[in-house]
């Protein structure tokens, strides 16, 4: 019985198949045909007009203590996520003591506070998927949290008992120096941060806050008095801005950010601290560093940048597209049509409030070592006497023009614009007069400041590599030239 229902179940399978099919051949046969266009080359393809960019709505408040605060509602997700920066920074550290920032802001965090240790406040942040952390980079301290909205007042709450009331507890000390320690025995395994490590010495100095680097010796000299003495000298309200985006209301998140931290008192040891001067160390020489085991070298060449409110920063900025990136000058040249590069670059650098730096080269088998460094040098000089072409001009331009709507991807990313433009003592529309500038700028700007910002007289040139695979040797860049070798074997604690 159960066979002979099987087989009439199939035979109405089959018959139902059928006639699906000749129904859709009905169909098919009833249709136009549909004329084959060829697809159209990619500069014939037509695209709307760039929609204007506006920044999100936020609101900005200062409490009486001096604390800035942005607020920026995005109800998106039910998720909260806020930033502090804190005018401090390595380069205010002494010399002797150099990873006193860096440690003051890793135990800040987790060394826990007077009220919560870091096991509990771990472990609570963790029950809740959410986050608080903080640090001390080159030129700033900052604090962070994220949370989902239900959970905003307890992570808020330790949030600034993180940043009040910080415990720095020896045995974090400890573990934070040992991590530190393993830093240094390992800081020589790859050549690529040799080389970068050593150029920033050799453009800046090696003294300088902005290329010292931590030593056994240096992490030796601090104890957990100086983290105290660091945190009290800059973590005060007058130095902190805070921005805070996500699902809230901004009249109950003020009320918040007030309640929290409007009682925290500004500091008589509050001061504004000078900014390190800067010069640029070495000039017009080669150095060396050998690496017997490679195959390749690591070359960097450059000289001292400058910052981003220089008024030539935007034809700079095009100056870099048309060097850079794919159908940039030294792709094409260098490494496409010459074969001399596995990676190559050249960009004037710039920083907010102290001088960047002009640095090219890359990677490139030994062999080629000295046909690349004439090859980078050859490029420079060229974009620096001959115009640009129209079409390398709008290619650069059109690049920027269509990326500068990724600026605004979500409101976090525009906060953190904002604060970092407040930090530093920037026009909030900074970013909006550098699209205007672009706009305007010609073949003759490009040519003009390449001229006067890039100076082949001054280029330090740095090669990590195999003195013997180099062939021909770096001698062979020039008569009489000199090439210095750098030392750089880790200082063993006294």
Known sequence: MLSHQKKITRSKLFLIAFLVIVILLYILGRMPAIAITPPKHYTELEFP????????????????NGIVVYLMEDHELPLIGGRALFRTGSRFEPENQVGLANLTGTV????????????????????????????????????????????????FELFTEVIREPVFTEEKLDLAKQQWQGNIARRNDDPGSIASREFQK???????PYARTVEYETLNNISQEDLIDFYTKYFHPENMILGIVGDFNTKQMRSLVTEKLGDWQPSRQAL?????????????????????????????????????DNPD??????????????GGRLLNNIRSRQGLAYSVSAYWSANYDYPGVFVAGG?????????????????????????????????????????????????????????????????????FRYRQELEKITVADVQRVAQKYLQPEKMVTLVVGNKEAIQPPLSTLGDGIEITSIDITIPEPS
């Not at 406040?121 to 989902?148: D, H, M, P, W, Y």
């Not at 080629?368 to 490029?379: G, L, R």
């Not at 072409?389 to 920027?400: F, G, P, V, W, Y």
């Open 202 to 208: 050799l453009i800046y100095g090696r003294e300088s």
């Open 363 to 431: 990677q490139t088998r030994s062999d080629a070592t000295v046909a690349f460094i004439q090859s980078i040098n050859e490029e420079i000089e060229l974009i620096r006497t001959q115009p640009i072409t129209q079409e390398e001009l709008k290619r650069a331009k059109d690049s920027a023009l269509n990326s500068f709507i990724f600026n605004f991807q979500d409101p976090a990313q525009t906060l953190s614009r904002l604060m970092r433009y407040e930090y530093y003592d920037y026009p909030q529309d900074f970013i």
């Open 49 to 64: 007009p760039l929609p204007k960019l506006e920044l999100p709505e936020y609101t900005r408040f200062k409490l009486e």
């Open 313 to 326: 920063y935007t034809a700079l900025s095009v100056m870099n597209s048309i060097l850079n990136g794919l």
């Open 108 to 155: 800040m965090r987790t060394g826990g506070t007077t009220q919560h240790s870091s096991e509990y406040i771990n472990q609570l942040l963790e029950q809740k998927a959410a986050a608080v952390e903080t640090g001390i980079g080159g030129t700033a301290g900052s604090a962070r949290f994220s949370c989902l909205t239900e959970d905003l007042a307890k992570v």
């Open 272 to 308: 504004k601290f000078p900014l390190p001067k800067v010069t640029q160390a070495e000039v017009g020489n080669i150095f060396f560093v050998e690496q017997p085991q490679l195959n390749q070298s690591y070359i960097q060449m450059g000289h001292l940048g400058g910052k981003l």
